[in-house]
């Protein structure tokens, strides 16, 4: 959705400039449509990351070693029948979360671009 929006706003102009100004694909794609395209790429990028890490219904179908579990399945078995271990479920969600931020503080300037690229006709 988000290529889709960006991509059909891209002016077809800018690829036929460059052509008549002697770039081959290649180059028109490394140099003019690749820079222009980045806030969105790494913006789709991040958003696949994020749901990757946060793939749970999936990997409980999936796997049935322990020691093949991701973090958000492993935090799910501080839940019983009976009980909850509290403290274990809010380590689990901590260590699910940290990375996500982190990840997010260095490509939130891209994800901002990218999502109000293709959102705003003036």
């Not at 271990?85 to 699910?96: E, F, P, Q, W």
């Not at 982190?102 to 006709?121: C, D, H, N, P």
């Amino acid at each position: 959705m988000l290529f889709t929006g960006f991509l059909k706003d891209f002016p077809a102009e800018i690829e036929e400039a460059a052509v008549i100004d002697g770039c081959n694909l290649f180059q028109l794609i490394r140099n003019i449509t690749l820079p222009i395209n980045k806030p969105v790429l790494a913006t789709v990028t991040v958003f696949n990351v994020l749901y990757v890490w946060n793939e749970f219904p999936l990997t409980v179908t999936l796997i049935s070693k322990p020691e093949l579990y991701t973090v958000s399945l492993g935090a799910s078995f501080f839940r019983s029948q009976y009980g909850m271990d509290y403290s274990g479920l809010v380590a689990g969600t901590i260590l699910i979360i940290v990375p996500q931020l982190i990840f997010y503080a260095f490509f939130q300037k891209y994800i901002i671009e990218g999502l109000t690229a293709g959102s705003v006709k003036g």
